[in-house]
């Protein structure tokens, strides 16, 4: 028996190739429906226990283990009053380096080296060779650095992040390159810098 003879029987003992086609038809949502929650965007010190908790313990905490710890972390977050920024940081944290990171203050033992704001100059000089090679770009990558630089001199780059930028051979790359080496939180306040260049 020949290969689509063979086909043709399969397809026959199936019900043929009729492909059914849904009749319906995308609907867009209400302009005044809101958009379902799928982020927490004001952390509280309840949700900022609740993440220590879990990086202390692991998500499969008994209650009697958790307890205790969201008391204290609630309490140290109330004491120490976090603003609203380091509440989502350390919220949106998946390391206690992260955490020493968004709020020094809740985690003195476990200090993150920073890059010195004066340092930042020297930091970025090798962002600012690169652009001599793209001298039809030259204003706007001038200023996308100095908003990296700003970036650096406000946002307490970790040392290791620094290093990486320092090292960087093109000046598009902080960002994808260099982003094992920071918090997702100091990630997201530079490209939100930069994004502002115009």
């Known amino acids: 028996m020949t290969r689509s003879a063979i086909v043709i029987l399969v397809l026959a003992a199936c019900g043929g190739s009729s492909r059914q086609v849904s009749q319906a038809r995308y609907q867009p949502p209400a302009a005044n429906h ?6 927490l965007t004001e952390a509280t010190c309840a949700d900022v226990a609740t993440n220590l908790a879990s990086l202390d313990l692991g998500n499969h905490a008994d209650e ?4 205790p710890l969201l008391a204290q972390y609630t309490a140290s977050c109330a004491k120490l009053l976090l603003n609203q920024v380091e509440r989502q940081c350390v919220y ?25 704001p004066r340092d930042c100059p020297a930091v970025v000089e090798q962002l600012r060779l690169q652009i001599a090679a793209q001298p039809s770009q030259t204003r706007l990558l001038e200023r996308q650095i100095n908003a990296v630089q700003t970036s650096c001199e406000r946002d307490r780059w970790p040392s290791a992040f620094g290093d990486c930028v320092r090292k960087l051979r093109y000046s598009g790359n902080v960002a ?3 982003a094992g080496a920071a918090p997702a939180a100091l990630l997201r306040m530079m490209n939100e810098r930069v994004a502002l260049v115009k």
């Not at 809101?34 to 982020?39: D, G, I, L, M, T």
């Not at 009697?64 to 307890?67: A, I, P, S, V």
């Open 176 to 178: 994808p390159f260099c």
């Open 34 to 39: 809101p958009p379902p929650p799928a982020y």
């Open 64 to 67: 009697e283990q958790l307890e």
């Open 92 to 116: 949106d944290a998946t390391d206690r380096t992260t955490v020493a990171w968004c709020a020094p203050r809740m985690m003195p033992d476990a200090a993150v080296a920073v890059v010195d």
